[in-house]
Structure formats: structure tokens, C-alpha cells
Nanobody, 114 residues
């Protein structure tokens, strides 16, 4: 499984971005997609996950602002980020789990500025 993330960039405080992560290869039975992020000097943290395309979970810091979703036909997971804050600045990584195996995509930088 290969994961290709896109959609990062520079945005002002209060703005929005949508990240995409396209899965390719043997994508059958991927049951977990997640987004993680890592800010400079900090550990990588879970931002949101979606289980079997239905059940979602969010970090407290992004609840009500971020939405994770999937397009199963295109094997793509999205992260809609609204009301962005300075502290959302980080490299965002997509993650997938399939039959107990973990896969990571390369990160995409999100920078929130004034």
C-alpha cells in the first residue's frame, strides 16, 4: 500500500484547508485511515481516525473544527480543517492499517499564519 498526501500549504488563522491522501496498491481490506501531525520539537500525535469508513475519532484539540472522511471508490481519505489556529501548524501524515500492517505517507506541511 502506498499513500500519497496532498493539500497542505500556507493559510491564515481562521482559514480552511482540505488534505487528501490517496491509497494505491493492494488497498483491499484497509480498515483504518488516520491523520497524524508533528509540530517542530513535538512528538507525532493522532489528529483523527476513521474506522471502516464509519466510526470517527478526533483529538480534543481539533474536535468541532476538523472532519475526517473517506471516498471508498477512490481509496482516498480527506481531512477538512476549518477555523485553523497557529497551533495547527505541523507536518501532517496519513496512515492506513491493513491486516495488522501499518503504512505511512510522506507528510504535507500545514502552516497557519497571521
Amino acid at each position: 500500500v502506498q499513500l500519497q498526501a496532498s493539500g497542505g500549504g500556507l493559510v491564515q488563522v481562521g482559514g480552511s484547508l482540505r488534505l487528501s491522501c490517496a491509497a494505491s496498491g493492494s488497498t483491499f481490506s484497509i480498515n483504518v485511515f488516520s491523520w497524524y501531525r508533528q509540530a517542530p520539537g513535538k512528538e507525532r500525535e493522532l489528529v483523527a481516525l476513521i474506522l471502516s469508513g464509519v466510526t470517527t475519532q478526533y483529538a480534543e484539540s481539533v474536535k468541532g473544527r476538523f472532519t475526517i472522511s473517506t471516498d471508498n471508490l477512490e481509496n482516498t481519505v480527506y481531512l477538512q480543517m476549518n477555523s485553523l489556529k497557529f497551533e495547527d501548524t505541523a507536518v501532517y501524515y496519513c496512515y492506513a492499517k491493513q491486516n495488522g500492517m501499518s503504512y505511512w505517507g510522506k507528510g504535507t506541511q500545514v502552516t497557519v499564519s497571521s
